[in-house]
């Protein structure tokens, strides 16, 4: 069966500081990947979403970056945080050779930028 | 910006009520879907209904979609209270991948 692994599940970090945000994607090949935001009592924000390795797209311009160096893989990255970028961070993936299907969504990562 | 908002934004009910929660969105979609999320925690999916398509069932899950208003509801039977979280509506316009835009939710509280 497939899984999806994101971690850490909580971060807390300085202003100015780098972020690596890291997901994983068991027991399927190629599948579609999503790194969505969430503000506090909000609704998602999609920011990034790929369809194969290093094809990356970018939903909203913003202090953030995404890179999939694997199949399986999706990184969501800061050189420099800022305060608004604290939020519930939630990576997902979907069956590529399906077209519209649903997400499944990984656990989050609570990220506090101080 | 925000596709679908859903109404109301909070609900209390008593278990064994039913909760019935709408959503209503902004351009014309291919599908729109209802996810769950307990506190905290990511989302699961519940149920997708095609734009061609007006009622769809799914265990004590009732969702139906009038496209023509734009709207759709999402009908919890008999609720009980592991059934307390926040609800999100989600809408799919078609294109590359399944780039879902959420709606802000409502948070469901059922209690005993």
């Known amino acids: 069966s497939q899984t999806i692994h994101q971690w850490p599940a909580t971060l807390v970090q300085p202003v100015g500081s780098p972020l690596s945000l890291e997901c994983t994607v068991e027991?399927?090949?190629?599948?579609?990947l999503y790194w969505y935001r969430q503000a506090a009592g909000r609704g998602l924000q999609l920011l990034f979403y790929?369809?194969?390795?290093?094809?990356i797209s970018s939903e909203v311009p913003q202090n953030l970056s995404a890179s999939r160096p694997q199949d399986r893989q999706f990184i969501l990255s800061s050189k420099k945080l800022l305060l608004s970028d604290s939020g519930f961070y939630l990576c997902?993936?979907?069956?590529?050779?399906?077209?519209?299907?649903?997400?499944?969504f990984g656990s989050g990562t609570q990220l506090s930028v101080l | 910006s925000q596709q679908g908002e859903e109404d109301p934004q909070a609900l209390s009910i008593q278990e064994g009520e039913n909760a019935t929660m709408n959503c209503s969105y902004k351009?014309?979609?291919?599908?729109l879907q209802w996810y769950r999320q307990n506190s905290g925690r990511g989302l699961v999916h519940l149920i997708l209904?095609?734009?061609?398509?007006r009622e769809k069932h799914s265990g004590r899950l009732r969702v139906t979609l009038d496209t023509s208003k734009k709207s759709s509801s999402l009908l919890i039977t008999a609720s009980r209270a592991a059934d307390t979280a926040s609800y999100f509506c989600?809408?799919?316009?078609?294109?590359?991948?399944?780039?879902?835009?959420f709606g802000t939710g409502t948070r469901l509280q059922v209690t005993l």
């Open positions: 209904i095609r734009s061609n398509e």
């Open positions: 351009t014309s979609i291919n599908n």
């Open positions: 997902a993936w979907s069956v590529s050779s399906l077209p519209r299907v649903k997400l499944f």
């Open positions: 790929s369809v194969g390795i290093g094809q």
């Open positions: 027991g399927t090949s190629n599948p579609n």
């Open positions: 989600a809408t799919d316009a078609g294109g590359t991948a399944s780039k879902l835009t």
